[in-house]
């Protein structure tokens, strides 16, 4: 989360936009920005369980990184850039990826307004935009803007770990319907190598060409080691 957050100042500095795809070493539950977690979750459970918590600057609800695939996109906006314009960009590179892996997915557009960050798992239903295979969710993901850059997150399906989210919290709710997944759509679990490729190839096919992979600088690192402190807070962990 830290190096996602540097990542976007580091767009703001230098006007470059990066895609990075990354993994969990270990299972970690993340809360969205804005989401209640000190009369939600059960800090116990999760410890007796393995689990890590981590509250993410993005938006959105609750989900389990394990057995998943984490993007996430930095880059400089304009204020007044309208929020789904550069949503369905990064849609196009995602939709073009799971396209070549064989994945072929729809863009949601539930009727209705989009659910409250509550205690429901991010994947338990599909908000405008987000990615489905047959109607259940796949891909889900949530932007953050600030001082003229954004942070889009997003988490791809590889296996279900989501449903499993009710029974951390306090008052353990009811199950929720069962998320697409990679396996389901594929037969297989492809390993991530597969999936950032497929994505890599994606940005250069539709974005740019030229792009290369990026050598973090020592600035970065510091403003990494420096945004790390607070993620590794409980108070803010636990702020709400």
Not at 19 to 24: A, D, I, N, Q, T
Not at 54 to 63: S, Y
Not at 132 to 145: C, I, N, P
Not at 207 to 219: G, I
Request: aromatic share 4%.
């Amino acid at each position: 989360m830290a190096f996602d957050e540097a990542l976007m100042s580091r767009a703001r500095r230098t006007g470059e936009t990066v895609l990075r795809v990354y993994g969990w070493s270990a299972p970690v539950l993340s809360l969205g920005r804005n989401q209640r977690a000190l009369d939600l979750y059960d800090a116990d459970a999760l410890t007796r369980r393995g689990i890590g918590l981590v509250r993410r600057p993005t938006g959105g609800r609750a989900l389990l990184h394990h057995r998943e695939v984490t993007y996430s996109v930095t880059a400089p906006c304009a204020t007044d850039e309208p929020a789904l314009a550069r949503y369905d960009e990064i849609n196009a590179l995602l939709i073009s990826a799971l396209g070549a892996l064989g994945v072929p997915v729809d863009v949601a557009s539930p009727n209705g307004r989009a659910a409250s960050p509550g205690g429901a798992p991010c994947f338990a239903e599909p908000a405008r935009g987000e990615l489905t295979v047959h109607g259940r969710k796949l891909v889900g993901s949530a932007q953050w803007r600030d001082r003229g850059a954004l942070l889009q997150h997003g988490s791809i399906l590889v296996d279900d770990d989501q449903t499993t989210i009710p029974s951390l919290m306090r008052a353990p709710t009811e199950r929720p319907p069962a998320p697409a997944t990679l396996r389901d759509a594929l037969g297989r679990a492809p390993v991530m190598r597969e999936v950032s490729d497929a994505l890599f190839s994606a940005v250069r096919a539709i974005a740019d060409p030229d792009a290369s992979v990026l050598e973090p600088e020592e600035e970065l690192v510091r403003e990494t080691r420096r945004i790390a402190a607070r993620y590794r807070d409980d108070a803010w962990t636990w702020c709400r």
